[in-house]
């Protein structure tokens, strides 16, 4: 079965500008995990989406926004970027139990 | 506020000797762990996980180790082989409260041939 998608894999943005990052998760997963990955601060957890209801969420600011629709499909999205936004977001998606996450190959976003 | 430390960036190691990877905690309300290996360009995938009613769990070349009153896990690769090298994440989670799980820094293996 196909894995995690997420779309697009490289981007490039201004500061100031806002992105949106898209993820399609395994089919029959309900919960998308998203994640901030920056060189020396591993893995940030920014939310969790479960069945379009936010179930969790981390520490960062509310320019980090997303939301999942009812195919279990999840966008992400940061406005007025910052240069310290530079980073690879990842997305998860597990059947919600919590017994583990089947991660996507992540979205580059570089910030210039 | 790091609940979950991995004190040790980088990690060498000899082919076919053992790996030992640690990772620490600092939330008692942690009960269920993982490590997920990670390549450059992917994302991480998932090795091991076990459980905190067990104190070991084995895969194959992989076994993890649970000390609870330490607050400790570690990830034990043997024999090492250079496919290994990559980034290894511990990650920690409370099954019986939000699912959220929290990520070490990682720790860099490199297996030298």
């Known amino acids: 079965k196909a894995g995690v998608t997420q779309t697009p894999r490289y981007l490039i943005k201004t500061r100031g500008q806002q992105v949106t990052l898209s993820c399609s998760p395994i089919?029959?997963?309900?919960?998308v995990s998203w994640y901030q990955q920056t060189p020396g601060q591993g893995l940030q957890f920014l939310f969790e989406?479960?069945?379009?209801?936010?179930?969790n969420k981390g520490n960062f600011p509310g320019r980090f926004s997303g939301r999942q629709f009812s195919n279990s499909r999840s966008e992400m999205n940061v406005s007025t970027l910052e240069l310290g936004d530079s980073a690879l977001y990842l997305c998860?998606?597990?059947?919600?139990?919590?017994?583990?996450?089947?991660f996507g190959s992540g979205t580059r976003l570089t910030v210039v | 506020d790091q609940q979950v430390k991995q004190n040790s960036p980088s990690l060498s190691v000899q082919e076919g000797r053992i790996s030992i990877l640690n990772c620490d905690y600092t939330?008692?309300?942690?009960?269920?762990f993982l490590w997920y290996k990670k390549y450059p360009a992917e994302g991480p995938t998932f090795l091991i996980s076990?459980?905190?009613?067990?104190d070991k769990n084995e895969d194959g070349r992989f076994t993890v180790f649970l000390n609870k009153s330490a607050k400790h896990l570690s990830l034990h690769i043997v024999p090492s082989q250079p496919g290994d090298s990559a980034v290894y994440f511990c990650a920690a989670t409370q099954l019986s409260g939000t699912y959220k799980y929290i990520f070490g820094t990682g720790t860099r293996l490199k297996v030298l041939a």
């Open positions: 989406y479960f069945s379009e209801t936010q179930r």
């Open positions: 939330n008692s309300m942690f009960d269920y």
């Open positions: 089919s029959g997963h309900r919960s």
């Open positions: 998860a998606s597990s059947l919600g139990t919590g017994r583990g996450y089947t």
């Open positions: 076990i459980s905190s009613i067990k």
